[in-house]
């Protein structure tokens, strides 16, 4: 089956730091990945859809600059938090898509900025 | 706009016995797809099951199916013969045209099997 990968699944970081989590579809490749946010005990929300070789298209209240997401290649697609902030720490997950027919959600990396 | 509704935040069931995981939503769109999703306490998002709009039959996935009763916009999961490792949060979603482009979610049901 399609496997998605995270790395790294945990990260600890100071704040001010910026901090990137990749995501890989091991054994397809994904035209379209998304990276979703989860507060703790709370549904995910959407943070941006990204295409490979564009720009990503970030949901209404997620700030562009803040969390820059590369979609690279096909089978790659990163998110860096810049200047993390306390307010930062969460759960984020990608999933990757193949085709329309079914999406991959990755294990999750969970970032504590102190 | 579309939204989904669980209103229920937790859930208790005996183990082998079954429970429903209520579902409800609102889209104008004709054509969507809904989906159920297992997160245990690790975080990973597990597909479980996946139901169109246009599909006439509900959908079954071995021990999980999806009651869904398009007039009334409910997509209730049906967990059969509970199992101790069922204990996660579960998650339903609803996507644009049935594909899982652009999933919205749910609040989440935690559900409990008790032995």
């Known amino acids: 089956g399609a496997v998605v990968s995270q790395h790294p699944s945990r990260v600890i970081c100071k704040s001010g730091t910026s901090v990137k989590i990749e995501c890989r579809s091991l054994d397809f490749q994904a035209t379209t990945m998304f990276w979703y946010r989860q507060f703790p005990k709370k549904s995910l929300m959407l943070m941006a859809t990204s295409n490979e070789g564009s720009k990503a298209t970030y949901e209404q209240g997620v700030e562009k600059d803040k969390f820059l997401i590369n979609h690279a290649s096909l089978t790659l697609s990163t998110l860096t938090v810049t200047s993390a902030h306390p307010e930062d720490s969460s759960f984020y997950i990608c999933?990757?898509?193949?085709?329309?027919?079914?999406?991959?959600f990755g294990p999750g990396t969970r970032l504590t900025v102190l | 706009a579309q939204k989904i509704t669980q209103t229920q935040p937790g859930m208790f069931v005996q183990e082998k016995e079954a429970v429903t995981l209520d579902c409800t939503y609102d889209?104008?769109?004709?054509?969507?797809?809904l989906f159920w999703y297992k997160q245990p306490s690790s975080g990973e998002m597990i597909f479980l099951i996946y139901q169109g709009s246009y599909d006439e039959q509900n959908a079954t996935e071995g021990r999980y199916s999806l009651n869904f009763q398009k007039a009334r916009k409910s997509a209730n999961l049906v967990i059969s013969a509970s199992q101790l490792g069922d204990s996660a949060m579960y998650f339903c979603a609803m996507s644009h045209s049935g594909g899982q482009g652009n999933l919205i979610f749910g609040k989440g049901t935690k559900l409990s099997v008790k032995p």
């Open positions: 889209t104008s769109d004709q054509s969507y797809g």
């Open positions: 999933s990757a898509s193949l085709a329309e027919d079914e999406q991959f």
